[in-house]
């Protein structure tokens, strides 16, 4: 199994342009969420969804839209970029079926700058 | 959503146990204890989770009170490769997506 994959791995963004992040995870795993994480901070939670078809806001989710048309993807599309999302953005996966309660797994990241 | 402290930063040597303590003062009766370690320019990984009492693994040992508003990670003789951030969680029974990552403990550890 790959796991929890994230592209790209590097961007770089000017103020007002869009993108999307994209995440997939070949684990058959229900739940998936996206983070963002500043230097020095911990993870807050953008965006997650709880199965197909089903998403929901985390702390932080202005600036950002998610959709989640299959199982295994859950792109993260950034409207118009601003330099405070200058970011490095994690993707993570879980399935409270097969593993224990609040065990995620997590992408290696997407180093995202907006200039 | 209970919240948690921990130390900013430890520092040890190697071979040495280290503990690093979270107190959570308004855990929940069905929250879950987890911890989570992160290397510098990874995502974070799941290390151990308990509900109370103790729980070992080949990675570390979780120590919960009785009154659980406050647990203990214990990594025993640590090594260089140890260095991360690790970061103490509390959430409920059946997961939530809400789970709240703070901004950890810097353990560093010295040759």
């Known amino acids: 199994n790959a796991g929890v994959t994230q592209t790209p791995k590097f961007q770089v963004l000017k103020t007002g342009q869009s993108m999307t992040l994209q995440c997939a995870q070949d684990?058959?795993?229900?739940?998936m969420s996206w983070y963002r994480q500043d230097p020095g901070m911990g993870l807050r939670l953008i965006h997650y969804s709880v199965g197909a078809g089903i998403t929901d806001q985390g702390e932080v989710p202005n600036g950002y839209n998610v959709s989640r048309s299959t199982t295994e993807d859950f792109p993260l599309r950034l409207l118009s970029a601003a330099p405070s999302q200058t970011s490095v953005y994690f993707c993570?996966?879980?399935?409270?079926?097969?593993?224990?309660?609040?065990?995620?797994?997590f992408g290696p990241g997407t180093r995202l700058t907006v200039l | 959503l209970a919240k948690t402290t921990q130390p900013i930063s430890m520092d040890s040597y190697e071979g040495q146990e280290v503990n690093i303590t979270c107190s959570h003062n308004n855990i929940a009766t069905n929250d879950y204890i987890t911890w989570y370690q992160q290397f510098p320019s990874q995502g974070p990984r799941f290390i151990i989770q308990g509900y109370k009492t103790k729980v070992t693994n080949e990675v570390a040992s979780l120590f919960i009170p009785a009154d659980r508003k406050s647990s203990t990670l214990s990594l025993p003789r640590v090594s260089l490769s140890d260095t991360a951030v690790y970061y103490c969680?509390?959430?409920?029974?059946?997961?939530?997506?809400?789970?709240?990552f703070g901004k950890g403990t810097k353990l560093t550890v010295n040759p």
């Open positions: 993570a996966s879980r399935s409270p079926a097969n593993h224990r309660d609040n065990e995620q797994f």
């Open positions: 684990m058959n795993h229900e739940y």
């Open positions: 969680l509390v959430g409920t029974q059946g997961g939530s997506e809400k789970l709240v």
